[in-house]
Structures are given as C-alpha cells and as structure tokens.
C-alpha cells in the first residue's frame, strides 16, 4: 500500500496542499457471536482502505477512500482542494510532526498463528469452562496492517495480530458472570480462564436481594473498573477537554487522585490490544503518564496540541482528535484477600451504561450488571441487585482507597479502549436505587 | 451494480446455501465542527460496499467487502457459506426465517431543499447562525461545539427469495453542546440535535439556532434559580423529550426479540419481557406505545428492512398491554409469526438485526393545562442529560436538565436536576392521562457488536405520573 500512499500524496502536493497524511489500512477480520451456547453468526471481513488528511494554509480536510484508480483520486483530492478554498483557517492549527523517525519492535504484537487460528475449538473451551449452559459471547480474531506516509518525511509499516473473547455465563436470569481475555499472541490467549470467571460469578450468585441506597465502599472487579476507565481514558485527550466533554478542563498540575493512582497511556505496551508502533503521524508511541500520583500531568495529545499547549507531544495523533492507545493503572500494593478485607463493602463485577449529568463537572451514574456482592469482614455476605452507582468521577478518583498488586486487560464492547487495570477500592461511593 | 448484486445472491446458493441475501449500501456527505467558533476541518463521508449473509446447514455466515468487483464479491460469498457451515458444529437447532411476501421497488426520499446542490459556505450559515446567535443571547458560554453531518445513504438489497429494493435516503443533523457559567456555577446542554431525513428545508422549519439560545438562557435561569425537587411523593409531568427516551429505553429494547431470546446477551444483554408475556399488563390504560418507520422525515425512516420485508407501524403496547415485539425474520419463525420489518444494519459491512426506527408515546386526550391543573405539587421535567437503564431494562433513570415546580396548577420556579429513579412497571402504570400533542427528538440507538448506532426518532406526548418519589 505504500506505493499508492505515495502516489496520493504526490498528487496532493502538486495540487498545492501543505500538510499531508496518507494512512492505508489492511484489515482482516473474523468475528463468531454465540449465546444459549450455540453460534448465532460467524463473520469475516476484509477491508481496505485510506485515510487522507490535508491542510492549506491552516485549512483542514479529511476523507476516506477505497478506490484507488488515478481519475478518482484526483477527482477527491479536487474535491478537498474545492472545499478548502474558502474555508476559514483554524488559527490553532501548528502542523504534523517532522520526520523520520526511528522505530522499535515491541514484544508480543504479532504471531502468525494467530490469523489461521479456529475461532470455534476456542469458544467451545470457553463454554465448557463455564460449566453452565446458557452462555453467550463472541470471539474476535484481528490481523491488522497500517502503511503510513506523511509529507513530513515519514514513511512506516505495522502489522499486528489479536484474538479475544468476551463471555457471559447465566445461572439464570438474574444470576451471572461476565469475563473478557485479550491478547496479541496465541501462547497468551486462554479463552478458558475467562469462561471459568464468568461461570465462578454466576454461580455465585443465591437470591439476590435489591440493595440499599446509601454510601458504600466499592470493590470494583478489573472488569467493571476497565470500563469505567475505558470512558474515562477519552476524557483525556485534550480534544474533549476543549470541546466541554471532559471533567479535567483547567486541571493540568492539579490534583484529580488520590496519591497512590497513576495512570498511563502506554501506545507501546507488549501484548497491549491498542498498540502501535506510532501514532497517525508517524511519532513512536511512547509511555505517557497521564495522573501520576494523583496529578493530572498532560492531556493527550498530537503534534499541533502540542505546539498550542507548549507541552511534550504525547503520540496520541488522530490529526483531527488525539486518543488513547492502552490505558494503564500502575499496579498497587494489595492482594485481592486485602482488597475485600474491609467491614462492608459492595463488589461489582461488572457495569453498563456509564452517562453524565454533566461532563465537565464529572457528575455521572452507570449501571452494575451480573454478580453484585455484600461483602462483610473480607467474606462475601450475600448477592445483592437492582442499584446504580450515582457519583462523580473526580471524587471517585479522589477516593481510592486501595489498588491491587495484578493487571488484567480489559476490552471489549463496552470497553473500546484497553485498559490494564487491577482489582480497585473506592470509599464512600453513592448508591442509588429505583423509588417505585 | 444490480449485476453484482444478483451474483452473489445466486453464486451463494450453488455454494450450498440454503438462503441468501446481498445489500450494497452506499453513504456519501460531509461533516464538520466549530470548537468555540474555530472551525475544525471538513470530513468528506465516503463509504460504499456489499454486504453478503447466508444461511447454510442451519447457521448464519456474513462476509463483506468494500472492493466492487466480481473476484472480491466471489471470496465474500465462499468466505460467508464457509463460516456458515463451520458454524453449524456448534448449532443445537438450525436457524430457519419465517415466510415473507417480497416486492421488487425502488424509492427515494426526495429533498425540498437538497443540500447536495449546496457548497460548504452555505451549509456553514448554518453553524455560524447558533454559534452567533448563542454569543448574543447574553448568556456566558464558554464552550461551544456544533457539529453539522449530512450524507445520502443509498441501498440496493436482493435475496434468493425474490426481494429487490432500491432506495435512496438524505439524512441531516446539527448538534450542539453548550457549557454555561454563570455565578460562578456551571451547567451543560451536551450532544443536542435536531436531524431528518429529507432536505435543510426541515432544518429550516425546526430553527436549532432558537432552541440554542433557549437551551443557554434555560441553564443561566436554572443556575440563577433553581432549586431542589420538592421532597416526598410528588406528581410528575414528563415532556415529549423525556417520554421518548423513556419509550426508547424500557418499551422499545426489551420488546425486540433477539433481546428476549438471549441473542445480544453478553452485549446490551437481555430483557425482562418473555415470550408468553404478549397480552399481559405492563401499564396503565393511558399507555399506548408506537413504533413507526414509515413517518415522513424522520431520523429512523425506512419503507422495507434489510431482509426486504415492508414496514409498517408496530403497537408494541395498547392501552397498557404488551401488545407486540420488534420481529427479525429468524425471531419470527420462532414465535410463528411474520417479520414486522424491524431488522437494520447500519452499513454494508454489519449484519441486520432487530432495531427500532421511531418510538413515540401516543397521543392522549389532555391539553398541558388540563394535565397539570389539578396537580398540587409536582414537578414538570422538560429536557434531560444523564439517563440508563440496567441490561434487562427495568431499572431505569432519567435526570432533568430543564425542569419546574408545579404548584397548584401552575408552572413555577426552575428545579436542578429531578431525577427520576424508577421501574418500568412503575413508570407506565403510573401514568394517568396523556397529552393531545406529539414531537419527536432524534438519537443515535447503539446496540449490536460490532456496535451499529443507527438514527432513531424518540417522543411522543406529554405524559402525566402520579406519585412518584424524586431523587434530588
């Protein structure tokens, strides 16, 4: 795909563009969705196709094109060279990065075993390791290929391989468990470890009981804190925070934590489901500490923002909108034992549903689903159901009271970015429940 | 194109295939932002391709591909029979649809004002004009985002069964988000939109500029205003806005039928609705509940699904009873019925399933005035921000944004925030009249893994509840 990547942006820079990225994508794709335990749809897809970015004269413009012959590229690049001419200029606009740069391999990001694998063999381990009947789930395999080139002197390739599962196990309808496992590698990928969560938590689960609103302490599974963190973690790309859809507006150097949470976003994490060799202008993905020990350090950023903000970029270019790659929560010092050891305390394995009130000021509620827990001196008391986490996010960051010792990867539906994140304890969180 | 169409659908059946059907869908628009006035870039929509499903020993196989020729067509159609069969070793049942009527048509909604013809200056007015207009309303607002999104969406769908539809539809959306400061005090109106399907001519009619400038002086006079929800039982008054996402979230998702049988489990999960629940009472008798794809420019239209079956209004409750479910083809063959035309997909590269188009709570009887005249102390929630509800669609919540006390029959000072926390079956039995009025608020309706949002319309009348415990 380089070579049509060079061709585009030849053509871009004779019609007189300025900036150019020209982004190919080679995508393969499998997808099999089960539920009741039997498969309700394989999928296979494979899609190629480019992403152009230009800019004149601090006039932005994007499209995506999938036909590559020589009239119609010109006919596109006339069309965003037609539609720049009396556009205004975005005066906050400072530019791509400057090229070349130096690319290192990163561990465990491809493995050819991957792409031939058969998804079916995984999803009935999966299934059995459950040991329930009513299970439901999907199985993705990825073999993606990006071919960049920027008129900034970069031309760079990265190929990678993924397979993950996310599985839910039903005892019965109000009893059970949900489990995700991802991983860049075969010899990584244990589809049955995560069966055996969700069917452990389901069965947890004996006549449970609608919970009390009130104040509690919250054990929040990795799954259930991955997703809240997965929304969290766009919150910092400073695209939302100058937009009004982030609750770290005007907190750089601030405290947003408490002191023992740090977290990252890690673009060259081994065996991370996001990571990249480099960001979509070409700058090596990096180890950003985005709070560290409770502070907020940088937003997310690309080059431009960079240059605005007059902070180090952080590799996070979409041109348009930085974003994060892998979110990563340093490790604490806990043990799960010493996680539930508190005198009441509700573990909630999973949530759904996360919205704001209000973005800016962090109000929020979102929804636990599956296993919900009344835990008592470090012993589960009994399973609970039918309440809300209603609270805000900084406070809830404010609060963490304790950060296990061992990360798991969340992703999956309802967590778009990865997200590395161990067992987490947070004080005095709202729990709310319907009135009628 | 209509060639390519009718080789895959045939080349899928001399594979093995028991049925098959092929859906090029094709979407081309523009869209593009203002950040606090700065405008962001231009992004030219631009995506086509085919979409090939089949079902073979029992089981489903979706392959598509968005390179348009015959060679690449082939592949997807060997790729979608092959998962298909592969897929049957773990089926304990086969898949099988139910028998439809299909028509060969072709139709297209045609715009007054067809913002094709349109230069991106003259679609920037429109930006421009809430942007302006907002910055004189004498509010402070600091943050701004406005977005504008248009594209024409065009779909060619065969099957094996004799279906072939044609259609081409215009969709436009202007969103905004506003963040307010005054006193020192903050409040949002986030992701507010006002979209059709059809020409700018809707735009024209519907003056999002006006409802910005409302939206920014409604939040400075909750933040100069507002007080908390009154404590206790109250009545509470919900607005067309506030019923339609109430419609959306706990009628309409738990009465579509791959929720009911556990197809979307371990995504948007589940529902508390069965199948033997047809004909029970779900609410009062004041609550009838529409969903309609057929309604002329709306966000959710459509006159024939993406399994090519004809659309028509579903009643998914009548006078409080559940009355009918969303219907795909395969959940119909199920429940031993026909489809009622509710399958979606969003792009040629996502497999239809079971959507909603636009829900509405049907009109009632009662003018606003009759409705709250009697009401000693209640609450009258207009618009909202912060809304869920659980996986089975029960346990819901909805928080005001715009809201006023009711005091003796009349509309008073501005309430922060109401929150109404609630079952489903407590808010429709709840409900005791219904206003004579309806209007229709556009969403985006995610579900479906990889997620499909499709356009949705949400609303209805205004709906009056009696006793109801508010969360302040």
Known sequence: MHDINQKILKMAKKMGFGDIVILSNENERKQVRFANGEITISKEWFERKTEIFVE??????????????????????????????????????????????????????????????????????????????????????????????????????????????????????????????????????KPEKAGEKAGMIAKMVESPTTGEAGKY??????????????????????????????????????????????????????????????????????????????????????????????LENTANAGVAMPRPWNLYVDPGDYSEVEIFDVPRAIYVTNIWYTR????????????????????????????????????????????????????????????????????????????????? | ?????????????????????????????????????????????????????????????????????????????????????????????????????????????????????LNMEDKMDYLRRIEEDVLASGVNVPMRFIAYTDWVEERLFSNSEGAWILSKIPYVNIMYNLVVYENNQMEQAPFISTAFTGGLENIDMAKPWDRAVEDAKVLKNLITHGKSAPEGTVDVIISPEVAGIAVHESVGHPYESDRIYGREAAQAGESFVKPDMLGERIGSDAVTVIEDPTLPNSWGFYLYDDEGVKARPRYLIRDGIINEFLLNREYAYKLGTVSNAAARAVNYDREPIVRMANTYLAPGDHSFEELIEDIKI????????????????????????????????????????????????????????????????????????????????MGGAHARLRNIMLRR
């Open chain 2, 1 to 117: 194109m209509e060639d390519l169409i009718e080789f895959a659908v045939d080349m899928a059946l001399k594979k093995g295939a028991k049925y098959s059907e092929a859906r090029y869908h094709k979407k081309a628009g523009i869209d593009f932002s203002l950040k606090n006035g700065e405008l962001q870039g231009v992004e030219v929509i631009n995506s086509e391709g085919i979409g090939i499903r089949v079902l073979a020993d029992g089981a489903l196989g979706f392959a598509s591909t968005n390179i348009l020729t015959k060679e690449s067509i082939a592949n997807a159609v060997e790729v979608a029979v092959k998962l298909a069969k592969n897929s049957s070793k773990l089926r304990k049942a086969p898949i099988e649809f139910s028998e439809e009527t299909f028509h060969r048509v072709s139709y297209e909604v045609i715009p007054k004002k067809d913002f094709s013809g």
């Open chain 1, 356 to 436: 704001f009130q209000n973005y800016v000021s962090g109000d929020f509620s979102t929804i636990p689903r599956d296993g919900i827990f009344l835990v008592e001196n470090g012993e589960i008391k009994k399973a609970i159901k039918n309440i809300r986490i209603s609270d805000n996010v900084l406070r809830m960051l404010m609060n963490v009271d304790a950060i296990g010792k061992h990360l798991e990867q969340i992703h999956w539906w309802e967590a778009e970015v990865p997200v590395h994140v161990p067992y987490i304890r947070i004080r005095d969180v709202g729990i709310t429940k319907a009135t009628k």
């Open chain 1, 56 to 189: 004149r004269d601090k006039k932005l413009a994007g499209t995506t094109i999938t036909n590559y012959d020589t009239h119609h590229i010109e006919n596109v690049l006339k069309n965003l060279y037609r539609l720049t001419e009396n556009m205004e200029k975005r005066e906050d606009y400072y530019g791509i990065a400057e090229g070349p740069f130096k690319y290192e391999e990163i561990e465990e990001v491809y493995d050819s075993k991957i792409i031939d694998a058969d998804p079916v063999d995984f999803i009935e381990s999966a299934i059995n390791a459950t040991g329930l009947e009513r299970v439901a789930g999907v199985l993705y395999v990825d073999h993606p290929k990006i071919f960049l080139d920027t008129s900034n002197d970069v031309e760079c390739y990265d190929e990678g391989t993924g397979i993950e599962i996310s599985i839910r196990a039903f005892k019965d309808d109000l009893a059970s468990g949900h489990a995700t496992h991802s991983s860049r590698v075969l010899s990584k990928f």
């Open chain 2, 378 to 457: 209640g609450v009258y929630i207009k618009s909202f921000n912060e809304w869920n509800i659980d996986d089975r669609r029960f346990q819901q919540r909805y928080i005001g944004r715009e809201a006023y006390l009711i005091e003796n029959g009349e509309i008073k000072n501005p309430v922060k925030r109401p929150i109404l926390e609630i079952t489903t079956r407590g808010l429709w039995s709840s409900v005791d009249a219904v206003g004579k009025d309806i209007e229709f608020y556009p969403g985006t309706c995610g579900k479906g893994e990889p997620m499909q949002g499709v356009p949705v319309w």
């Open chain 1, 217 to 310: 302490d919250v054990i929040f599974d990795p799954l259930a804190m991955g997703n809240l963190l997965s929304m969290v973690g766009m919150f910092t790309s400073v695209m939302a925070v100058e937009a009004g859809f982030s609750f770290l507006l005007n907190k750089l150097g601030k405290k947003v934590a408490d002191g023992s949470f740090t977290l990252r976003d890690i673009g060259n994490l081994p065996n991370g489901y996001g990571t990249r060799k480099f960001d979509d202008e070409g700058v090596p993905t990096r180890n950003t500490k985005i709070i560290e020990n409770g502070i907020l350090k940088t937003y997310l950023l690309n080059y431009s923002y960079s240059k605005k903000y007059n």
